[in-house]
């Protein structure tokens, strides 16, 4: 039952998408969301929707993994769609009692619920095609500037690596504690909430206690093998910027800035 | 003789919460304070290993084997005495001394950092600054010396324990060390995974000449080794080949522990004899049966 929690997602994969480099694909990320939420008019809204469009489709993600991931979300989207129907000023089409629905409120609500449905699709669409191990070690290396004006970011990556080295081994002991629990008449599913949290509390000391074991010896082990902190460290994964990924990034960006200028100076036709 | 390590009048006790106490000039501490100190984990330990002979490390627990252990590559430096290693005295530069003794302990689980198992491998070297091109070669080639290339880019957490066993090992011998030191490599591994290592380490032996130091409980793998040294109370009490040491069953049980099984038939038989596989076994009591000279 716990085995099938993950960190983040990950459809492996070989498609473009899948292959490109875990950094520009964030700097992409950035890129698009910047272009999204600058975004003013109908067409540029229409770019961004077709940009996004051709990348699920390349990456091969199914629509249906990516709607799986916005259900959490919908509440949010929801909302403030609904917010936006009631609240733009405007001239009424349909009113009753102190509500009046507006036709900017209806189209600002479709462009706000796009927007998000947009920014959610496309944050899922890079942890669906990037390991998450690759991600964190992308993040520490684009961070890695900060280094100088230090920002612990080696460290940071470091305790990422770990957390995820770890995930897989502390939830199979939680699964053999609880097993170990239920077989001693333990019972993790009924009752209250407070109930269910108390009996988490048998569950949750030795798991502890094996966790702060695990570190210690972990901690041994790494000196063991030389660790002294990121200083004067080298990688065998050296990742390097393939001409594809030089081209992803120039084009897309070149892109969104042009068509982003363009909506915010109005040239578009009306 | 070609000393690698050598081990001169070495003790060394573990701080203590009180004489930590006694540090911070609390009330001064009084004479009961101290009877409470416990034994020394290591007491006057002597003993030197030449290069490439392999060592068992045996005694009962809270003997002093894992403080021995970890004195090897200086995560622990001696009270009193002196640790050298490679012609190095242990509390010089610990990255140095690190890379001569490759430690490898109980619980693989808990010494695999990486999420892949190359990458795991590469830690050492990565630590120690090596150029990339240059891990790459030598993390294949330690993979490849304990025969787990195939998984390289596999999660070491969906690895068997005897595999992810190989895999530490593999971390280690990434430095190329001249000493590799187990402690109680097969205590958590099924029989398969036990053989597995046994196997492994004694191949690192015959092939790279690595001297190996190993900590174990079962005797039948300590029979293995050139050499068996048994600990006492933080003391080496005895000290020499397999045969030598388990024809000593009398003293070994007053130590806490047993012989191998051959060795245990052997003597229930009359036998004076200490023979370590099972032919030897057949054969010392064939021999005695008949009345022959047996080794
Ligand atoms: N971290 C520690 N702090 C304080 N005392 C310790 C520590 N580690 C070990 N000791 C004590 O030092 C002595 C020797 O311990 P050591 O771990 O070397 O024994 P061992 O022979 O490895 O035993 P085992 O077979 O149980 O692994 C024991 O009395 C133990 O209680
Ligand atoms: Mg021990």
């Not at chain 1, 769609?81 to 733009?88: D, E, Q």
């Not at chain 1, 992308?138 to 460290?155: D, N, T, Y």
């Not at chain 1, 901690?219 to 063991?224: D, K, L, T, Y």
């Amino acid at each position: 039952m716990l085995k099938d929690i993950t960190l983040g997602q990950y459809f492996p994969g070989t498609t473009l998408i899948h292959r490109l480099d875990p950094r520009a694909k964030m700097v992409l990320l950035f890129a698009f969301i910047t272009a999204l939420l600058m975004a003013n008019h109908p067409l540029t809204y229409g770019f961004v929707l077709l940009y996004l469009t051709v990348t699920v489709s390349v990456s091969r993600i199914k629509l249906s993994s990516l709607f799986r991931g916005l259900r959490p979300m919908l509440f949010i989207i929801v909302f403030t769609a609904v917010l936006n129907i009631f609240y733009t000023p405007g001239e009424p089409l349909v009113t009753f009692w102190v509500f009046k629905i507006t036709a900017e409120g209806i189209e600002r609500a479709a462009f706000m619920a796009l927007r998000l449905i947009m920014l959610i699709s496309a944050t899922f669409l890079l942890t669906y095609t990037t390991s998450p191990l690759a991600l964190s070690d992308a993040l520490a290396r684009l961070l890695s500037p900060l280094g100088k004006i230090r920002v612990p970011v080696h460290e940071f990556a470091m305790m990422m690596t770990i957390a995820m080295r770890f995930i897989p081994t502390i939830i199979e002991e939680t699964d053999k504690i609880m097993n170990a629990q239920k077989a001693r008449g333990a019972d993790f599913e009924t009752g209250n909430l407070f109930r269910r949290a108390k009996a988490l509390i048998p569950l949750l000391v030795p798991l502890f206690v094996s966790a702060f074991r695990r570190a210690d010896e972990l901690a041994v082990a790494m000196e063991c093998r030389c660790y002294h902190g990121g200083k004067g460290r080298t990688r065998m994964n050296q990742p390097h910027m393939a001409a594809r990924d030089v081209w992803a990034l120039t084009t897309s960006v070149a892109l969104f800035a042009g068509v982003t200028v363009l909506g915010r100076l109005g040239w578009f036709l009306p | 003789m070609d000393e690698i390590i050598r081990f001169e009048h070495v003790s060394y006790s573990y701080p203590t919460e009180v004489a930590a106490a006694d540090k911070d000039g609390a009330a001064s501490g009084s004479s009961e304070d101290r009877s409470v100190t416990p034994a020394p984990a290591l007491n006057g330990v002597s003993l030197a290993v030449r290069r490439g002979e392999t060592v068992a490390l045996l005694g009962h627990n809270g003997s002093g084997k894992s403080t021995l252990v970890k004195m090897l590559n200086g995560m622990l430096t001696p009270d009193t005495g002196t640790v050298t290693v490679c012609g190095m005295d242990t509390g010089g530069d610990p990255l140095k001394i690190r890379q001569q003794v490759g430690l490898v302990f109980q619980n693989p689980d808990n010494q695999i950092v990486a999420t892949v198992v190359d990458e795991d491998v590469a830690f050492a070297l990565e630590n120690l600054g090596v150029p990339p091109a240059e891990i790459r070669e030598r993390v294949d080639a330690a993979l490849r010396d304990v025969g787990m290339s195939e998984y390289k880019s596999h999660a070491p957490h969906r690895l068997s324990g005897g595999q992810k066993q190989r895999v530490a090992i593999a971390g280690v011998l990434a430095m190329n060390p001249t000493v590799l030191a187990l402690d109680e490599p097969t205590a958590m591994l099924d029989p398969k995974g036990r053989v597995e290592v046994m196997e492994t380490v004694r191949r690192l032996n015959a092939e790279k000449g690595v001297t190996v130091v190993m900590v174990t409980h079962h005797m039948n793998e300590a029979a293995l080794f050139d050499r068996v040294v048994v600990m006492d109370k933080g003391a080496v009490a005895l000290d020499g080949s397999p045969r030598e040491v388990f024809r000593r069953a009398e003293e070994l049980q007053a130590l806490g522990l047993t012989v191998p099984q051959t060795v245990a038939l052997a003597q229930a038989l009359g036998l004076d004899a200490a023979p370590l596989t099972e032919e030897e076994c057949a054969d010392a009591i064939y021999h005695a049966y008949k009345g022959e000279p047996h080794c």
